[in-house]
């Protein structure tokens, strides 16, 4: 059995706990909230980023358990609030080495040569010019040391540069009032996000890793990080940025995986 299989094995052995934690959230809603979030759900991952809970013992599952029967706000905050902030760290809280993870192994990752990438953009925005690196470098860039956390039972926390992706889909014109966001790769993943988690201010189209050119296994020439999503939300080697109204899915999000997937 895969890695990956074994995981999301493991996965479902917690099942009950991730219905029992969902049906707390779910009574603290009302209206139309409720009714979202019935639909939707939170993950294992997605209770982990809700509680700050690590949950690979008995005793934190209980933790995790109590900690989200007492809060109320909290948890339509990070449902529903687009603008919340993740926590942010410092330089000597970040895991190293950062941890590497796709659908295959690091040697695998696919090798793009600087020279020839061009960042394609589709859909509902005004200029469909494709972007180079050097063009994509130029613009004015910001840093983040956040939490990126994989629904296969892991954390890590990196530091992030690029450009905020609200600002990127304003350059390009971007319909803002569209429903998605969708991100083809160049390796066969592909996901996508939801406009309010877009133009959320921590979102951005990281350029670099630790300050350094993002490397091939982080995901070169650049990913789309967001600290308020579950790891396999975060494209890596994105070849493509579409802006549609058309639901986009995912290449884990398609085989079981909750398209909300965090925040
Ligand atoms: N293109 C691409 N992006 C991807 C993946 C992938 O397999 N291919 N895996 C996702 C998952 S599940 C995780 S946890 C993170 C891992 O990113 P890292 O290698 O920087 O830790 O990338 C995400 N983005
Ligand atoms: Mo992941």
């Known amino acids: 059995m895969s890695e990956k299989k074994k995981s999301i094995n493991s996965a479902l052995d917690t099942r009950a706990f991730i219905n029992e934690a969902n049906n707390i959230i ?13 639909k939707q759900g939170l993950t294992l991952g997605g209770i982990v980023m809700l509680t700050g809970c690590d949950i690979s013992d008995n005793s934190s599952v209980d933790k995790a358990l109590t900690t989200m029967s007492g809060f109320n706000d909290r948890v339509q905050a990070w449902l529903f609030d687009g603008q919340r902030l993740a926590p942010v760290y410092t330089e000597s809280q970040m895991t190293r080495p950062f941890p590497f993870n796709a659908y295959y192994g690091e040697d695998d990752a696919p090798v ?3 020279n020839n990438y061009e960042l394609d953009i589709a859909g509902l925005v005004s ?5 180079t690196l050097p063009m994509l470098h130029k613009m004015s860039s910001v840093s983040q040391i956040t939490r990126h956390i994989c629904v296969e039972g892991w954390s890590a926390i990196g530091k992030w540069g690029g450009i905020p992706f609200a600002d990127f889909l304003k350059i390009i014109g971007a319909d803002l009032t569209a429903k998605y966001v969708s ?4 390796d066969d993943y592909y996901t996508s996000i939801d406009m ?6 921590q979102t951005l189209l990281a350029l670099t890793y630790d300050g350094q050119i993002l490397p091939r296994k982080y995901g070169f020439p650049m990913k789309l990080r967001m600290p308020t999503k579950l790891g396999y939300k975060n494209p890596k080697h ?8 058309q639901y986009p899915g995912g290449y884990w999000e398609d085989q079981g995986y909750n398209w909300f997937g965090g925040s």
């Open 196 to 201: 309010a988690t877009a133009l959320h201010p």
């Open 183 to 186: 991100f083809k790769c160049e």
């Open 238 to 245: 994105i070849k493509v940025i579409e802006v549609t109204n």
């Open 112 to 114: 793009i040569d600087p």
């Open 127 to 131: 200029d469909k010019r494709s972007w």
């Open 26 to 38: 779910a009574k603290k809603l009302d209206g139309e909230k409720r009714r979202l979030f019935l």
